[in-house]
């Protein structure tokens, strides 16, 4: 089983400031004959069901505002809030979906400093 | 669009089955673009895929509760459903179904990601 491992498991940053969540599986995700890392990540907020921000490890999903980026290949991936709002106060998952079972990391909570 | 929700018992005793619907709306069940899974959370903790299920009735399930599991479809009713037997307080926990994006190349077909979840249910085993 692919074990994907966040750091940190929590974070406070301030308003307009940058932040970022490691992810590390442990092997790669990264599928050679499409040059296509199987990594996804989540936002969930208190209550709610988490919701799809980015997939491929870095295409952002329709509507998911421009301030959140992925990035990062093989094992080792990012997932950036350029400058955090309020609204972005949640706990953040990454996922990969290269290996059955799919596998999710143990979350990031992002709050305001 | 598609809109998924899950429903069922809220409580269920130890030992016994739980069982959850999920209901699809917005597109059909048998779109070949989809798989329709299951995903846990324990309270206060992170998610743990359960299973997942194609329209013809094929089956993946996460092999740490696979002895446990069944999920099934019903087409006619644009359902899938969840049965995990035996059940603990261990299972206590929000459970979601959710889409699964399933693409295709050269004759073979993966899975993508979630998107999207149902609201989720939240599910207590206690007597």
């Known amino acids: 089983d692919i074990v994907m491992t966040q750091s940190p498991d929590s974070l406070a940053v301030s308003l307009g400031e940058r932040a970022t969540i490691n992810c590390k599986s442990s092997q790669s995700v990264l599928y050679s004959s499409n040059n296509k890392n199987y990594l996804a990540w989540y936002q969930q907020k208190l209550g709610q069901p988490p919701k799809l921000l980015i997939y491929?490890?870095?295409t952002r999903e329709s509507g998911v505002p421009d301030r959140f980026s992925g990035s990062g290949s093989g094992t080792d991936f990012t997932l950036s809030i350029s400058s955090l709002q309020a609204e972005d106060v949640a706990v953040y998952y990454c996922?990969?979906?290269?290996?059955?079972?799919?596998?999710f990391g143990q979350g990031t909570k992002v709050e305001i400093k | 669009q598609l809109q998924l929700q899950e429903s069922g018992p809220g409580l269920v005793k130890p030992s016994e089955t739980l069982s959850l619907t999920c209901t699809v709306s917005?597109?059909?069940?048998?779109?070949?673009?989809?798989?329709w899974g299951w995903i846990r959370q324990a309270p206060g903790k992170g998610l743990e895929w359960i299973g997942s299920i194609f329209y013809t009735g094929s089956t993946y399930y996460n092999p740490s509760l696979k002895s446990r599991v069944t999920i099934s479809v019903d087409t006619s009713k644009e359902q899938f459903s969840l049965k995990l037997s035996s059940v603990t307080a261990a299972d206590t926990a929000v459970y979601y179904c959710?889409?699964?994006?399933?693409?295709?190349?050269?004759?073979?077909?993966?899975?993508?990601?979630?998107?999207?979840w149902g609201q989720g249910t939240l599910v207590t085993v206690s007597s």
């Open positions: 917005g597109g059909s069940i048998s779109d070949s673009n989809y798989y």
């Open positions: 959710a889409t699964i994006l399933r693409f295709c190349s050269g004759g073979e077909c993966e899975v993508g990601w979630f998107d999207p």
């Open positions: 996922q990969q979906y290269f290996g059955t079972p799919q596998s």
């Open positions: 491929w490890a870095s």
